[in-house]
């Protein structure tokens, strides 16, 4: 869901790598991403993050709010 209060959950085609950024561009969360990937966001403050998610078939970027 979003606003998320716990996790941010995605699914893509493949593995790869994410990235969750702050409205001030600073990575807060980063790591591999399998086809199906959970964030744990519950200790972010809340605001609004970007999540970029990078695979073979490409790159992806969505806003997500945490609350």
Known sequence: PNPADEHVSF???GA?????????????????AAERTTIDVR???SGVYTL????AV???TKRVAVR
């Not at 970029?52 to 695979?55: F, G, H, I, L, Q």
């Open 58 to 60: 490409g790159r992806s």
């Open 16 to 32: 790869g790598s994410y990235t969750f950024t702050d409205i001030q561009g600073r990575c807060v969360r980063y790591g591999r």
């Open 11 to 13: 699914t893509h085609p």
């Open 43 to 45: 200790d972010l403050e």
């Open 52 to 55: 970029t998610v990078e695979t």
